[in-house]
């Protein structure tokens, strides 16, 4: 069973950056697509920011286009996101997920292993 484990989050003031992290283990990453999804409260979850298994491809939600990256670091067995220009409303519970061999869709369905997440709070 392939386990996922988020670090990085905290608070920031918005126009802060922070960089997520996701490890997985015991496999190898490169046969995974990596998922970025957030949910804040009373809000359904969301696809951020998501990474094929072969790094060729990557999707962003509109909401974070310009202000997010996502990464993959295959010697490492770690994914990443990179969040710049932080807003408010990015406050949310963040988790990573990976999908066998996946096309870097941001369809939570379609990812079999999840993290437990990290929460990220943007505020003055």
């Known amino acids: 069973q392939l386990q996922v484990v988020e670090s990085g989050g905290g608070l920031v003031q918005p126009g802060g950056s922070l960089r997520l992290s996701c490890k997985v283990s015991?496999?190898?990453?490169?046969?995974?697509?990596i998922g970025w999804f957030r949910q804040a409260p009373g809000k359904e979850r969301e696809g951020v920011a998501c990474i094929s298994s072969s790094g060729g491809r990557t999707t962003y939600a509109d909401s974070v286009k310009g202000r997010f990256a996502v990464s993959r670091d295959n010697a490492k067995n770690t994914a990443y996101l990179q969040m710049n220009s932080l807003k408010p409303e990015d406050t949310a519970d963040y988790y990573c997920?990976?999908?066998?061999?996946?096309?870097?869709?941001?369809?939570?369905?379609?990812?079999?292993?999840w993290g437990q997440g990290t929460q990220v709070t943007v505020s003055s």
């Open positions: 015991p496999f190898t990453l490169d046969y995974y697509a």
């Open positions: 997920a990976a999908e066998v061999y996946g096309l870097g869709h941001c369809e939570a369905g379609k990812y079999e292993h």
